[in-house]
C-alpha cells in the first residue's frame, strides 16, 4: 500500500493498523464464475514515491501498490488552504497520471488538537472539505478515523469502520489489478505462437501470480498456476518431438552440464530463478526450479505422498523430454540426477511427516526406492564398481567426470551427514562403499517387499514365514531395547530402521549367542524364537513349527498371550494396508545377481538372498505367471549355486549338527516332522535319543548338501523348462550331470530330485496284456518315459520299485479290474500332468445346486423354500498354498525287495521306451509304486505312479478236466469227450498217464489216430502228439505227452454208454385207464426230459495220489410206450419209440418177443419195413398182434428190442447194441362184452327229440371162471358162481338226458354167455346222428377189500363227468349219487371203521364195448317250435 | 500402438500376455505383474464407486522411464493391461480408452465362444 501525506502522523499509526488489518477475514469474490473464499489480508505500507507507481506494461505484481492512501491530520482549514489542499491535488494529478483509480484520503481527527484551535468552523469541517474537493462522486473515499491512539469506545468504532473500509477497497483493488493481470498474462499466453515469444518470460510473469497466491495462502491456487505452466512446457516439448519446434526450446536443448538433483529444501531456489529469468535455465534446472516449487506447495498442502507420486512422474517425464529434446547428456549423468533426486524427494518426505503417515502410503515410495537401486545399479555397472576387479582407469576417468558434475554441495546440506549428495559421492569412490549403499537401498526395499508378505493375508501359509522372520526381529528388539514396542505396521519399519541395514544377520548372531549360551535358561519358547530368527530350517519346519505345533513350543502362558496378541494385532493392521508387494518383489527379483554376488563376496547372510528369491518364485508360481518364474529360478539357480560353492559357511557347529541330524533322520529330503521332533529332542536335552537314527559316519558337509540340493533341484526344473533357450537348458541339465560325475568317488549319499521336472511317465505296457503271470513266467513291462531333458542324459539305472501283497482273491479282481481300466492291449496311459500353474478356478469343483422345499408339516402349505449347494465343504475349503510345489517334502526312496530295474539307458529328449524283464516269483499282487531314475548320485524319483498300476502272479493246482465235446451224451452211441489237463506248476513227464477205471456200462473207445495237443499258457498251440492208449479189463491208461509248467494238454477221447431200457415202472402201463386227460397231460411234461445215466469214472492223475472221480451223464435218446388195443376178442399190442434228442436216428430190427416163452402165444408183427427213420423229437408206433390157443392167455412179459444208429453219420466202427424195451401185459382177455341200444318209442320210427326213448344195455360174459376172477366181488352159492358189477350210463357231451336210475348193480353170473340186460329211459337233447352215451362197467367190491383199491374210486369220483359236491350236507337227488358221495365220506371217514362198498375199474382189456362208435339218428320234435340257441 | 497387451483372470494368473518386441517379453511379463499392484489398489481403494459409475477404465496405473501401463477391469475383475511406449505422445486417454473397450468386447467374443472353457489361456490367431 501506498502511503503518502503526513509520515509522523502514519509511523504513530501504522503499528496499530498493520496488527488489525489482516484480522478479519473478508470474503473475496472472483471472477469465472471461481467460487468466492475467505481471506485474510495482510498488507505492506511504504511510503509514496512516484517512481514506485507502475508504468504502462509493468508485469510485477506482487511490488504493485495497489491502493494509495493520503493520510492528513489537518483540522485547520487555514492550514488545509495552504498547504495540503495542494500537496492532496498534485497527489491526485500523480495518481491520475498513472490511471490509478484506488486511493484514500484519511483524516484523522485529533481532540486535543480540536481544543487548541477555537477558530473551527462548526458546519464545515475538514472533512467535509475535503470530500467536496477531491471526492465529487466517491464520498467514501474519504475516510475519518478518530483519536486512533486513544482507548475510548469511540475510538474503536472508528478503527472498526475505517478498516472495514480499507479492507473492502484494498480487495477491490486487488481484485480489479489481479484480474487485469490475469487478462494480460493471457494475452501474453495467446501469443505464444509468434516467434519472439519466451517461455521464461511468461513463466515469471505466471509466477508472480503463483506468489501472490502463495502470499495469500491461497497455495491450491498457487500451485495450479506451477501445474499450468509444467503443463504448457511438457506440451511444448510434445510438440517438439512431433516436429512442432518453438525457438525459445532451443536454450534448454543445451547440453546438461550438472546434474546435482533436486533442490527441496528451500522453499525459492532462488539461484535456478534466476538462470529461468535470465533464460539461461537448462531443462533440468528447469524442472527443477519447478518440481522444487510444486513440491513446496504440497509440502504446505499436507499432501506428501503427493510429492513421491509426481517425483517419480517427473523423473520419468525428464528422462523422456531429454531423449526427445535430443539433449547430449554424459553417460551416467542422467542416473547421478534421479538417484539424487530420489533420495532427495524419501528424505524430504521423510523428514516432513510423521511414520503413520508414511506408513500408510508407502506405496508412493516403494517406487523411488527401486528406482533409486536401479538407477545406482547402473551408475555401479557404470563406474566398474560391480565387476570382479573394481574399476579401471576408464571408470575412474568417468566416475570423476560424474562427481565433477554434481559440483560442490549445497551449503543447506553440507552439515547433514545422510544427505543424497554425501551418499552418492561415497557410493561411487570404492567398491566397499557402492555395495554397502546398494544393498543399504536394496534392503530398504526389502523391507517393504517384506511388509508386504506380513500384510497378505490370502496366502497365509506361504508368507507366514516370512511373517514369522519380522515377529523374531521384533522379539530381538525385545531383548536388546528392554522395550516393547507397538504393534503393528509401524512397527515393522521401526524394526529394521533400528537394525539397519543388517537386521537379520545381526538378529542371527545375538540369538544364536543366546541360543548357544544359555539354552537352559531361555524359556522354550525363545530358543524357538531365536532359531526361527536363524533363518537355518527350511520354510516346512517353519510352518510346521509356527502353524501346527505353536502351542507345543510356547514356554510361558504370559508369553504366549503376548505373542497370539501380536499376531492379532499384526495380520489386523497389515490386512489394511494395500501394499504393492508385486513391485517389491520385482525390485527385489530384477538385480539380484548383483545382490547376491555382493552378498557372496561380503560372505553374510547369503541365504537373504535365497530366501527373497524362494518367497517371490512362490508368488509368481501361486499366480501362474510362467516367464517371471523361470527367471526367478535362473537368478535362484544362480544363487544357490554360490551358496553351495562357498567353502566356508558360518554356522556354529551345533547348527550344523542339527542339520546332519534332520537330513539324516528324514532321508535326504526334509522331512519336517523329522525335523520338528528332532529340534525339540535337541532341545530337551535328550540328544542320546538321535543315536540310533545316525549312520556311524557321515563324510561331506550337510549343509553343503542342502543347498547342492536345492541347486540341482532348480537346475532340473530350468533344464525340462521350455521358455528357456536351448542353450540355458543344455547348461542347466549339464549342470546336474557334473555334479553326478564329481560325487562318483562319494559312494552311498543321494540327492533325491523329483522326477517330473526331468521325465513324465506317458505310458505303461504289460506283456502278457492282462498283466498276469503265472509264478514263474516271465513278465514284460514296457514305460514311455517323456525325457524333458535338451540334451540324451545316460542314466545308470532306471527302477520301478514294486509293493508286494498277498492277496488271495486278487487274482479274481484283478480280472474285474482289467475290464474296466485297461485296454485290451494292455497299455495304461498317465494323463499328463496337472498345469504347474493351478488356476485356483479350475480346481474348484463344479456347484452341486439343488432345490429345496421344506412344508409345514401342520397342513402341508409350501413354507420354505431355496437353494442348498451341497458341496460348500468343497468350495469354501482353504485353499492349500503352493508351496509344496517346490518343496521336497515327502520324496524318499522306498525300499523294498521288489524292483524291476533296467540299467544303463540313454535317455533321449522326448519319449523312450524303457522295457523292464521280470521273472514272477511268489504268488500276489505287485503294485508298481515308485519310479526312479538314476544318474550318479542323483535320484529322479516319481514318488507314486497314478492311476495305480498292478500285475498279479498267481500259482495254480494242476487240474484235469473232463466234459463234452456236444451239449449233452446221448447213450448208445460213440460220444466224444474232451479231456483237459492244465500243468500249473507240475512239468509232466514222459511216462506220465492217466489211469481210468473202467465202468461195465461205458467203454472208453481206443481210435487209431487219438492226438494230444499241448497248449501254452496263452493258448498257443506248442505240440502234438500221438496218445497212447492201453485198455486192460479194469483200468484204461492214457498217456500223456510231455509238458512243461503252465501248460495245457487237450485230447479227446470216444466213450459209449451202453443203453438200457429203464425199468417199467407199473404206472407207465396205459392198459385201461380210465384217467386219459391226466396221462395225457403227464405225457407232455416227460416229453422234454430224457432219462439220464450216470457214470462215474475215477482218475488216478500223477501228480495227486487221490484219484478224480468225474461223472459222464448220458442221455438216453429214446423213450417208448406201449399199449395194448383190442376190438372184440382179438388183442394188439402197440409200442411207441419217441426220439427225444437232437439227432436224427435210424431204427432197424424191430423186434418183440415173449420173455415168458408161453406155448400158444403168438406176437404176429405188422410192421412192413424194417428199417425206419426217425427224425429229432418225432414218434415211430410198432403193433403186433397178440394170438393165442391156449386159454385163458397168461400174462405177457413182453421185451422190445429195436437196432440204432445215427441216420446221417457212415458206417461205424462199432457194433451197436439195440435198444431195449421191457414191459408186462396182463388181463387182456375179454371178459365182458356191453352193448347198448336205443330204439325210438314204442310205435315211432326214429327217436324224436324231447321224447323218451328207450336204451337197452346187455352185458355179456364170454368166459367161464378165470383165475382173474378171483376177487372180493366174487360171490359163491351152490357151485354157481356170480360177480357184482357196477354199470353206469354216462353221457359225456350232454346229448342225451338219463331218465331215472342211471346207474346200477347186477349181479353177474360168472359163465360164458350169461348176459344181464338193463333197461333205461334216455331223452335225445339235440336232433342229428348222436352218438350213443358210455356205458361203463365196474367191480363192486365189498368194504374190507384192500386199501389200495380206494384210490380208484377217488379219482373215479374226481373224473366223473357228473358233478359231485364234496360236501357232505348238500342233498344230492340221485341215490348213486348219494351213495358215492358217501363212498366218499367212508374215504374220508375211514378211520371211524363204518363199512362201506368200493368200486374198482375192470381193466380195458376185459371190457369190450361193442356199440362204441355207433349213432342213431335222432328227429327233431315236429312241434316244437322253438329253436334254442345257447350261446357261450 | 501398445508394445504389450494382457488379459489377466480374477485369480491374477495370465489369460492370455503378448508383446510386440517378442525378444524383451519378460520385462513386459514383469511390468504387466507388477502393475497388477495398482490395479488392486485402485479397485480396493474405489471398487464402490468404480461399480457405482459403470466404469471399467483404470486409467495410467504407473508410467516407467520407457512404458506407460494401462489398466481396465471388467465388472467380472477380468483385468486388461495395456503397456504403450512413452515417447508415443500420439495416444491419449480417449484413444487407450477405445482400445480397451475393443480388447473388452474381443474378450466378450471369446467368452460367447461354446468351445472355451472359461478360465482356460486365450489363443490368438
Known amino acids: ?1432 | 500402438m501398445a508394445v504389450c497387451i494382457a488379459v489377466i483372470a480374477k485369480e491374477n494368473y495370465p489369460l492370455y500376455i503378448r508383446s510386440t518386441p517378442t525378444e524383451d517379453e519378460l520385462k513386459f511379463h514383469y511390468m504387466v505383474h507388477t502393475s497388477l499392484d495398482v490395479v488392486d489398489e485402485k479397485i480396493s481403494a474405489m471398487g464402490k464407486a468404480l461399480v457405482d459409475q459403470r466404469e471399467l477404465y483404470l486409467g495410467l496405473l504407473y508410467p516407467t522411464e520407457d512404458y506407460k501401463v494401462y489398466g481396465y477391469v471388467t465388472n467380472s475383475k477380468v483385468k486388461f493391461v495395456m503397456v504403450v511406449d512413452s515417447s508415443n505422445t500420439a495416444l491419449r486417454d480417449n484413444e487407450i480408452r477405445s482400445m480397451f473397450r475393443k480388447l473388452h468386447n474381443s474378450y466378450t467374443d471369446v467368452m460367447c465362444n461354446p468351445f472355451y472353457n472359461p478360465g482356460d489361456r486365450i489363443q490368438s490367431r
Open chain 1, 1 to 1432: 500500500m501506498h502511503s503518502a501525506g503526513d509520515q509522523n502522523l502514519f509511523t504513530s499509526i501504522y503499528p496499530t493498523l498493520s496488527q488489525q488489518l489482516p484480522r478479519e477475514p473478508m470474503e473475496w469474490r472472483r471472477s469465472y464464475g471461481r467460487a468466492p473464499k475467505m481471506i485474510h489480508l495482510e498488507s505492506n505500507f511504504v511510503q509514496f514515491k512516484e517512481e514506485l507507481l507502475p508504468k504502462e506494461g509493468n508485469k510485477a505484481l506482487l511490488t504493485f501498490p495497489f491502493l494509495h492512501i493520503y493520510w492528513t491530520e489537518c483540522c485547520d482549514t487555514e492550514v488545509y488552504k495552504a498547504t495540503v489542499k495542494d500537496d492532496l491535488t498534485k497527489w491526485q494529478n500523480v495518481l491520475k497520471a498513472h490511471s490509478s483509480v484506488d486511493w484514500l484520503i484519511v483524516v484523522v481527527e485529533n481532540d486535543a488538537k480540536k481544543k487548541n484551535k477555537t477558530n473551527i468552523l462548526p458546519r464545515t469541517s475538514i472533512v467535509d472539505k475535503i470530500r467536496n474537493d477531491f471526492c465529487n462522486k466517491q464520498s467514501d473515499r474519504c475516510v475519518v478515523l478518530s483519536d486512533p491512539l486513544k482507548d475510548s469506545s469511540r475510538t474503536q468504532e472508528s478503527w472498526n469502520a475505517f478498516l472495514t473500509k480499507l479492507r473492502t477497497l484494498l480487495l477491490m483493488s486487488f481484485t480489479k489489478n489481479l484480474g487485469k493481470f490475469e487478462d494480460d498474462m493471457r494475452t501474453l499466453r495467446e501469443k505464444r505462437t509468434e516467434p519472439g515469444w519466451s517461455f521464461c518470460e511468461y513463466f515469471m510473469v505466471q509466477e508472480e501470480l503463483a506468489f501472490v497466491f502463495e502470499m495469500l495462502q491461497q497455495f491450491e491456487d498457487a500451485l495450479v498456476q506451477y501445474d499450468e505452466l509444467d503443463a504448457l512446457f511438457s506440451q511444448y516439448v510434445v510438440n517438439f518431438g512431433a516436429g512442432d519446434g518453438a525457438n525459445w526450446l532451443t536454450f534448454f536443448c543445451q547440453p546438461v552440464k550438472s546434474w546435482n538433483g533436486l533442490v527441496l529444501r528451500k522453499p525459492i531456489d532462488m539461484e535456478k530463478r534466476e538462470l529461468i529469468q535470465r533464460q539461461e535455465a537448462t531443462l533440468l534446472d528447469l524442472r527443477s526450479y519447478l518440481f522444487s516449487r510444486q513440491c513446496t506447495l504440497l509440502l504446505f498442502l499436507q499432501r506428501p505422498w503427493e510429492v513421491a507420486q509426481r517425483a517419480l512422474e517427473l523423473l520419468h517425464s525428464c528422462v523422456q523430454e531429454l531423449k526427445l529434446l535430443e539433449v547430449s547428456v554424459p553417460p551416467g549423468a542422467l542416473d547421478c540426477w534421479v538417484f539424487l533426486s530420489c533420495l532427495e524427494v524419501l528424505q524430504r518426505i521423510e523428514g516432513c511427516c510423521d511414520r503413520a503417515q508414511i506408513d500408510s502410503n508407502i506405496a508412493h515410495m516403494v517406487g523411488l526406492w527401486s528406482y533409486a537401486m536401479e538407477k545406482l545399479k547402473s551408475l555401479g555397472y557404470l563406474c566398474g564398481l560391480v565387476s570382479e576387479k573394481g574399476p579401471n582407469s576408464e571408470d575412474l576417468n568417468r566416475t570423476v567426470d560424474l562427481l565433477a558434475g554434481l559440483g560442490a554441495e549445497r551449503p543447506e546440506t553440507a552439515n547433514t551427514a545422510q544427505s543424497p549428495y554425501k551418499k552418492l559421492q561415497e557410493a561411487l569412490s570404492s567398491v566397499e562403499a557402492f555395495e554397502k549403499h546398494y544393498l543399504l537401498i536394496h534392503g530398504g526395499v526389502g523391507a517393504l517387499s517384506r511388509f508386504k508378505q506380513s500384510c497378505s493375508t490370502s496366502a497365509f501359509g506361504g508368507n507366514y514365514i516370512s511373517g514369522c522372520c519380522e515377529v523374531s526381529a521384533l522379539d530381538h528388539c525385545r531383548i536388546q531395547k528392554r522395550r516393547i514396542p507397538v504393534p503393528g505396521t509401524g512397527l515393522l519399519f521401526r524394526t529394521w530402521r533400528l537394525s539397519s541395514p543388517w537386521p537379520h544377520s545381526e538378529l542371527n548372531d545375538s540369538c544364536l549367542f543366546l541360543l548357544v549360551r544359555f539354552p537352559q535358561t531361555l524359556s522354550a519358547y525363545w530358543r524357538f524364537k531365536c532359531f526361527l530368527a536363524l533363518e537355518v530350517m527350511t520354510e516346512e519346519v517353519w510352518k510346521v513349527l509356527d502353524l501346527s505345533n505353536k502351542q507345543c513350543f510356547i514356554g510361558e502362558p504370559k508369553e504366549s498371550r503376548k505373542n497370539e496378541g501380536w499376531w492379532e494385532g499384526l495380520w489386523k493392521d497389515c490386512g489394511h494396508a494395500s501394499v504393492r508387494w508385486r513391485s517389491a518383489m520385482l525390485a527385489l527379483v530384477m538385480p539380484n545377481n548383483l545382490v547376491f554376488a555382493t552378498f557372496a563376496r561380503r560372505k553374510r547372510s547369503p541365504q537373504k538372498a535365497e530366501m527373497y528369491l524362494q518367497g517371490a518364485l512362490k508368488n509368481y508360481l501361486a499366480e501362474g505367471w510362467a516367464l517371471p518364474v523361470t527367471h526367478t529360478r535362473k537368478q535362484l539357480a544362480e544363487c544357490q549355486k554360490h551358496l553351495g560353492q562357498m567353502e566356508k559357511y558360518p554356522l556354529s557347529p551345533v547348527f550344523h549338527e542339527i542339520i546332519s541330524h534332520c537330513l539324516m533322520y528324514g532321508g535326504v529330503a526334509h522331512n519336517e516332522c523329522a525335523v520338528t521332533a528332532l529340534l525339540v529332542l535337541y532341545f530337551e536335552g535328550k540328544r542320546g535319543h538321535l543315536e540310533p537314527f545316525c549312520p556311524p559316519s557321515y563324510s561331506g558337509g550337510p549343509h553343503s548338501l542342502t543347498l547342492n540340493f536345492s541347486y540341482l533341484q532348480t537346475s532340473s526344473l530350468l533344464a525340462s523348462d521350455h521358455h528357456l533357450t536351448e542353450e540355458e537348458r543344455k547348461y542347466f541339465c549339464q549342470e546336474i550331470l557334473s555334479y553326478a560325475s564329481q560325487q562318483e568317488d562319494n559312494p552311498g549319499h543321494k540327492v533325491v530330485l523329483p522326477m517330473h521336472s526331468f521325465a513324465r511317465l506317458k505310458d505303461l505296457h504289460f506283456d502278457p496284456p492282462n498283466a498276469v503271470v503265472h509264478a514263474g513266467g516271465v513278465l514284460t513291462v514296457e514305460i514311455t518315459v517323456c525325457s524333458q531333458m535338451p540334451i540324451p542324459v545316460h542314466v545308470d539305472q532306471i527302477a520301478v520299485n514294486v509293493h508286494f501283497s498277498i492277496d488271495k482273491n486278487n487274482y479274481r479282481k484283478t480280472a474285474e479290474w482289467l475290464t474296466k481300466h485297461k485296454t485290451s492291449n494292455g497299455i495304461i496311459t498317465f494323463p499328463a500332468e496337472a498345469s504347474q500353474f493351478p488356476a485356483s478356478q479350475n480346481s474348484l469343483p463344479a456347484l452341486e445346486l439343488s432345490e429345496m422345499l421344506e412344508r409345514s408339516p401342520s397342513d402341508n402349505s409350501l413354507h420354505t423354500t431355496g437353494i442348498i449347494c451341497r458341496n460348500v465343504h468343497m468350495l469354501l475349503r482353504r485353499q492349500e498354498s503352493v508351496s509344496s510345489l517346490e518343496a521336497p517334502s515327502g520324496l524318499a526312496l522306498e525300499d523294498g525287495a521288489h524292483v524291476l530295474k533296467c540299467s544303463s539307458v540313454t535317455l533321449q529328449p522326448g519319449a523312450n521306451k524303457i522295457e523292464f524283464r521280470t521273472q514272477a516269483k511268489e504268488p500276489g499282487t505287485y503294485t508298481l509304486r515308485q519310479l526312479r531314475a538314476s544318474v550318479g548320485p542323483v535320484w529322479f524319483v516319481l514318488a507314486h505312479i497314478h492311476p495305480i498300476v498292478q500285475y498279479d502272479v498267481y500259482s495254480q493246482e494242476p487240474q484235469l478236466h473232463v466234459e463234452p465235446l456236444a451239449d449233452s451224451l446221448l447213450a448208445g452211441i460213440p460220444q466224444k469227450v474232451k479231456f483237459t489237463v492244465t500243468t500249473g506248476h507240475y512239468a509232466v513227464k514222459n511216462g506220465d498217464s492217466l489211469q481210468l477205471s473202467n465202468v461195465e456200462a461205458m467203454l472208453i473207445l481206443c481210435q487209431a489216430e487219438n492226438r494230444a495237443v499241448v497248449y501254452s499258457n496263452s493258448r498257443e498251440e506248442c505240440s502234438t502228439a500221438l496218445l497212447r492208449i492201453q485198455s486192460s479189463d479194469k483200468v484204461t491208461s492214457i498217456g500223456l505227452p510231455t509238458a512243461p509248467a503252465y501248460h495245457v494238454i487237450e485230447f479227446e477221447l470216444e466213450v459209449l454208454s451202453l443203453p438200457s431200457a429203464p425199468a417199467p415202472g407199473g404206472d407207465t402201463s396205459v392198459l385201461g385207464t380210465p384217467e386219459p386227460h391226466r396221462k395225457q397231460k403227464d405225457m407232455q411234461r416227460t416229453d422234454h426230459c430224457m432219462v439220464t445215466t450216470d457214470h462215474k469214472v475215477s482218475i488216478d492223475c500223477p501228480w495227486s495220489i487221490y484219484s478224480t472221480v468225474i461223472a459222464l451223464t448220458f442221455s438216453v435218446p429214446f423213450r417208448t410206450t406201449h399199449s395194448l388195443l383190442s376190438a372184440g376178442t382179438r388183442k394188439y399190442v402197440q409200442v411207441r419209440v419217441q426220439n427225444l434228442s437232437e439227432l436224427d436216428f435210424e431204427l432197424s430190427d424191430s423186434n418183440l418177443e415173449d420173455m415168458g416163452h408161453a406155448a400158444g402165444l403168438r406176437l404176429t408183427p405188422l410192421n412192413t419195413h424194417s428199417q425206419q427213420l426217425i427224425h429229432s423229437k418225432q414218434s415211430v408206433f410198432f403193433v403186433w398182434e397178440l394170438t393165442w390157443t391156449q386159454e385163458p392167455p397168461p400174462p405177457l412179459h413182453c421185451r422190445f428190442s429195436v437196432g440204432f444208429s445215427p441216420a446221417s453219420e457212415e458206417r461205424l466202427t462199432v457194433s451197436l447194441k439195440p435198444y431195449t424195451y421191457e414191459f408186462q401185459v396182463e388181463n387182456f382177455f375179454t371178459l365182458y362184452n356191453v352193448r347198448a341200444e336205443i330204439l325210438p318209442a314204442s310205435g315211432a320210427e326214429y327217436c324224436r327229440t324231447g321224447s323218451l326213448c328207450s336204451l337197452e344195455v346187455s352185458i355179456t360174459r364170454l368166459a367161464d371162471l378165470l383165475d382173474v376172477d378171483k376177487d372180493e366181488a366174487l360171490v359163491e352159492s351152490e357151485e354157481y358162481f356170480s360177480t357184482k358189477l357196477m354199470y353206469e350210463v354216462v353221457d359225456n357231451s350232454s346229448n342225451w338226458a338219463v331218465c331215472g336210475k342211471s346207474c346200477g348193480v347186477i349181479s353177474m353170473p360168472v359163465a360164458a354167455q350169461a348176459t344181464h340186460r338193463v333197461h333205461m329211459e334216455v331223452m335225445p337233447l339235440f336232433a342229428g346222428y348222436l352218438p350213443l352215451p358210455d356205458v361203463r362197467l365196474f367191480k363192486y367190491l365189498p368194504h374190507h377189500s384192500a386199501h389200495a383199491s380206494q384210490l380208484d374210486a377217488d379219482s373215479w369220483i374226481e373224473n366223473d363227468s357228473l358233478s359231485v359236491d364234496k360236501h357232505l350236507d348238500d342233498q344230492l337227488d340221485c341215490s348213486s349219487v348219494r351213495s358215492r358221495g358217501s363212498t366218499h365220506s367212508a374215504s374220508s371217514s375211514e378211520h371211524k371203521g363204518l363199512p362201506m362198498p368200493r368200486l374198482q375199474a375192470l381193466p380195458a382189456g376185459q371190457v369190450f364195448n361193442s356199440s362204441t362208435g355207433m349213432q342213431i339218428l335222432v328227429i327233431p320234435s315236429q312241434d316244437d317250435h322253438v329253436l334254442e340257441v345257447s350261446v357261450t
